[in-house]
């Protein structure tokens, strides 16, 4: 029984998730400036810990997957695709409401429109089914939580560097 095509790309993305999850948590605890418990702070570290870890559960997820489908890679890439796709639209609801962490109205609207084309690229993999697809997927599910990480380690270090 021969694990999944290009297992230690979705292991080591998994542990890639994890590594962001916990770095926002100690960003979180370690950030002592009043913007560090601002809405928006709030919101960025719960996306990044949740996009961390919604990497790691759908790596680690694609490689179980493929033994519980019998070892079948189509069906493992689409139901793959789907699981990205559930976890990319499932905070829509809740953390893209209006509100004190969206102090712009119009990011709001770009940010709701980016995680739908998202979904709609993890998506058509489900008809798909293609495995390097599914990679460049995996990366553009990264790259969003990648992309909060490095703003809010950005605003720390100017909020760090301002106070000198």
């Known amino acids: 029984m021969a694990g999944v095509p290009n297992e230690f790309y979705f292991m080591g993305l998994g542990g ?5 999850a916990g770095f926002a948590g100690l960003i979180s605890a370690l950030d002592r400036t009043p913007e560090g418990h ?8 719960r996306n990044i810990v949740m996009g961390g870890f919604g990497v790691t559960f759908a790596g680690f997820g694609t490689v179980a997957l493929y033994t519980v ?8 890439v689409r139901l793959a695709s789907l699981l990205l796709a559930a976890l990319t639209l499932a905070p829509i ?13 119009r990011h709001r609207w770009r940010a709701i429109w980016a995680t739908v084309a998202v979904a709609v690229a993890e998506l058509a993999n489900v008809a798909l ?16 939580t990648a992309s909060i990480f490095t703003r809010t380690i950005r605003d720390v270090a100017r909020d760090a560097s ?3």
Do not use: C, K, N
């Open 69 to 76: 489908t019998s070892e079948d890679l189509t069906l493992t």
């Open 38 to 45: 601002s809405a928006v702070a709030a919101w960025r570290i």
């Open 93 to 105: 609801p809740w953390e893209s409401r209006p509100g004190p962490a969206w102090p712009d109205e």
């Open 16 to 20: 890639l998730g994890v590594s962001l």
């Open 162 to 164: 301002s106070r000198r």
């Open 129 to 144: 089914g293609s495995l390097g697809y599914l990679q460049v997927l995996f990366l553009l599910h990264l790259s969003g």
